[in-house]
C-alpha cells in the first residue's frame, strides 16, 4: 500500500549519541518534510526538500541535518542527541499539484533522550 | 513573516452539538487550506480542504468556509460524535517557488457524550 513510513516507532537513547529517524514513502511524492512536534501541540517544521539533493532547513532551530539523495527517502539525523531533542518526530511528503497539495504524514518517532 | 492564527486552542461540547474553528492568515498569496485531524497517538490526517476560488465546501457532517477577502477560514463540525474528539489544524498554502504550507497551532475538540 502507497504510504509513509517512519522507523523506529519509539526510541529512548542516551546523551551524546548519534541517531537517524528513518523515512520512506512509496508515494513517488517529490516533497517531504520534517516536523517536531510534543504531542497534541503545535508542528514545527525543521527541514524540508522539494526533490533529489534539495534540502533545506526550516522554521525552528535544530542541530539535525537531513539528506535527499533518493526520492523515496528522507532520513534525519541528529549527531549529537540531548535531551532537549526529546520530542516526537513527523515526516511528511506531498505532491503539488492543481488537485491536491495536501500531506501524508508518517506514524512519527517518538525520542527519549536520557 | 507569514502566520496563521487559530482559535480557539480547545473547544469542548455535548455531542450532537456543532463546533465551528476558526483561523486568520496573513499572507494574501495564499491559495490553498487544508484542514487536518490528529486523534490521540495518531498522525495528522487529511479531511478537508478548500482552494481560494472556492467559498465553501462540505464533507457529510464538515465543512470548510473560506473569505478571502478578510482572510478568514472556518471548520464547520454538525451533530458532533466522541469519535470527533481530537486536534484539529488548519493551514494555508502558497503554491509559488515549490510551496510552502503554514500551520495553525492547533484546536483540542473534546466532544462530550
Known amino acids: 500500500e502507497a504510504d509513509i513510513y517512519q522507523t523506529p516507532r519509539y526510541l529512548v537513547i542516551g546523551t551524546g549519541k548519534k541517531i537517524t529517524l528513518e523515512c520512506s514513502q512509496t508515494?513517488?511524492?517529490?516533497?517531504m518534510y520534517w516536523y517536531q512536534q510534543d504531542p497534541g501541540m503545535e508542528l514545527h517544521l525543521i527541514h524540508y526538500?522539494?526533490?533529489?539533493?534539495?534540502?533545506e532547513k526550516g522554521d525552528l532551530s535544530s542541530e539535525s541535518t537531513v539528506s535527499r539523495i533518493r526520492t523515496e527517502h528522507f532520513p534525519l539525523t541528529l549527531e549529537s542527541a540531548r535531551p532537549s531533542h526529546t520530542s516526537q518526530y513527523l515526516c511528511?511528503?506531498?505532491?503539488?499539484?492543481?488537485?491536491?497539495?495536501?500531506?501524508?504524514f508518517g506514524s512519527g518517532t517518538r525520542l527519549t533522550v536520557v | 513573516g507569514e502566520n496563521v492564527e487559530q482559535h480557539p486552542s480547545t473547544l469542548s461540547v455535548q455531542e450532537g452539538d456543532s463546533a465551528v474553528i476558526k483561523c486568520t492568515y496573513s499572507?494574501?498569496?495564499?491559495?490553498?487550506f487544508p484542514w487536518y485531524k490528529q486523534e490521540l497517538g495518531k498522525r495528522p490526517q487529511l479531511i478537508i480542504d478548500?482552494?481560494?476560488?472556492?467559498g465553501e465546501k462540505k464533507d457529510q457532517r464538515i465543512a470548510v468556509t473560506l473569505n478571502k477577502t478578510a482572510k478568514h477560514f472556518s471548520l464547520h463540525i454538525t451533530e458532533t460524535q466522541p469519535e470527533d474528539s481530537a486536534v484539529y489544524f488548519c493551514?494555508?498554502?502558497?503554491?509559488?517557488?515549490?510551496?510552502?504550507?503554514?500551520f495553525g497551532a492547533g484546536t483540542r475538540l473534546f466532544v462530550k457524550a
Open positions: 499572507d494574501s498569496a495564499s491559495n490553498y
Open positions: 526538500s522539494y526533490g533529489v539533493n534539495s534540502t
Open positions: 511528511a511528503s506531498s505532491v503539488a499539484s492543481a488537485a491536491n497539495y495536501g500531506y501524508t
Open positions: 508515494m513517488g511524492h517529490d516533497k
Open positions: 478548500i482552494r481560494s476560488n472556492v
Open positions: 493551514a494555508a498554502s502558497i503554491s509559488t517557488g515549490g510551496f510552502k504550507t503554514i
